[in-house]
């Protein structure tokens, strides 16, 4: 391998530049070598379908398993343009427009998977976060979790993961998508999470006017949103990283505390 340089710290793949135009990705834990594969059958066939660029990753090795696709230039949105919150409203209305049922024969986790995954995970947070919230939103985090325990009535195709680093941007273009290993049929709702959510009002108010979701979608989304730290928590439990715990509680504690104001 020639010219190669690490550029990447992600949760779950470890990403590799190489000679300034391929990107090589090699998983960091056994559990996360499926997720790949899903990209590998599945982004050849979704690519054409949308309205950004994204990653079209194929093996080049099996010990280690590597991926490798074309690098998409751009740097991580700050969420703040309103070019960038149309442009990402029009690739959402696209992507949950993909018929789901050929997604899954093309490779995606089906409904009824990405559901028990998601759940096995809210199972493991009632047990082992929800006891170190503080008092003042145990009451809430509860019925978070409740709430998120009933299956999404529609059910679509999700990137799963759509947050600042996995959206890039050139000035006001969004010039890809990348980072596809949670990518499934499931709640649609939860790619509005960070995109509606998390970003700045002049990206959301964008977003949400060229996506056009229902209330039922955008409290879902929020729902999915105030989630968010709790994923930071069993991470940190999961890897011995006691800054990560500290940080997603604080997480956790302000946005329920900030959405019941």
């Not at 093996?59 to 991580?76: C, F, K, M, N, Y």
């Not at 170190?132 to 409740?146: I, K, R, S």
């Not at 299956?151 to 759509?162: A, F, K, S, Y």
């Amino acid at each position: 391998m020639t010219g190669a340089d690490e550029f990447d710290n992600g949760w779950d793949t470890r990403a590799t530049l190489v000679d300034g135009h391929w990107v090589d990705r090699t998983p960091r834990r056994p559990e996360v070598e499926p997720r790949v594969r899903r990209e590998v059958a599945l982004m050849p066939w979704l690519a054409p379908l949308l309205p950004l660029p994204v990653p079209v990753p194929r093996i080049v090795s099996e010990d280690p398993l590597t991926v490798r696709h074309a690098l998409i230039v751009g740097q991580a949105c700050p969420g703040t343009s309103a070019a960038h919150g149309r442009a990402v409203g029009a690739f959402l209305r696209g992507l949950h427009s993909v018929d789901p049922e050929q997604a899954v024969r093309s490779g995606a986790r089906d409904a009824a998977t990405s559901y028990a995954e998601a759940q096995e995970i809210r199972d493991r947070m009632a047990a082992d976060v929800l006891p170190l919230l503080p008092g003042q939103v145990l009451a809430e985090g509860t019925a978070l979790l409740e709430r998120m325990s009933v299956p999404p009535p529609d059910p679509r195709l999700v990137h799963g993961d759509l947050g600042p680093d996995h959206i890039r941007v050139v000035d006001d273009v969004v010039s890809g998508v990348i980072d596809w290993g949670d990518c499934g049929v499931g709640d649609p709702a939860l790619d509005l999470a960070w995109t509606r959510y998390g970003a700045g009002p002049e990206f959301s108010a964008a977003l949400e006017a060229a996506y056009s979701p229902d209330a039922e979608l955008l409290a879902r989304g929020l729902d999915w949103h105030l989630l968010g730290p709790w994923h930071e928590v069993t991470y940190g439990l999961d890897t011995h990283q006691p800054s990560y715990v500290e940080s997603g509680l604080a997480g956790i504690v302000s946005r329920l505390q900030a959405s019941t104001r």
